[in-house]
């Protein structure tokens, strides 16, 4: 049975930083793309950060370019998103995503960032 569960948000105060972490099980982490989504009540939800399989190079969202750092441990089939100088603008639901042939989604962890 195919799992990601994320954890690791929270309430956070602007400048603040919070370590996001996606714990995946049922598939092969090491052979899937991944990545953070997020998304505000009425929003699409956009791609914040992916991390590829092979070589592990990244790709970001500009918004977040410099402030966020996506990163994997195939080891413990876990994906990060460090992010920091938080601002109120990211207040969303951060998604964890698997992707090759097919994509899993995590449940989503609240991030609010406010004073």
């Known amino acids: 049975q195919v799992q990601l569960v994320e954890s690791g948000g929270g309430l956070v105060q602007p400048g603040g930083s919070l370590r996001l972490s996606c714990a995946a099980s049922g598939f092969t982490f090491r052979n899937y793309a991944m990545s953070w989504y997020r998304q505000v009540l009425g929003k699409e939800r956009e791609l914040v950060a992916a991390?590829?399989?092979?070589?592990?190079?990244?790709n970001y969202a500009d918004s977040v370019k410099g402030r966020f750092t996506i990163s994997r441990d195939n080891a413990k089939s876990t994906v990060y998103l460090q992010m920091n100088s938080l601002k109120p603008e990211d207040t969303a639901v951060y998604y964890c995503k698997a992707q090759r042939a097919v994509a899993y989604w995590g449940q989503g962890t609240q991030v609010t960032v406010s004073s």
């Open positions: 991390i590829f399989s092979a070589g592990g190079s990244t």
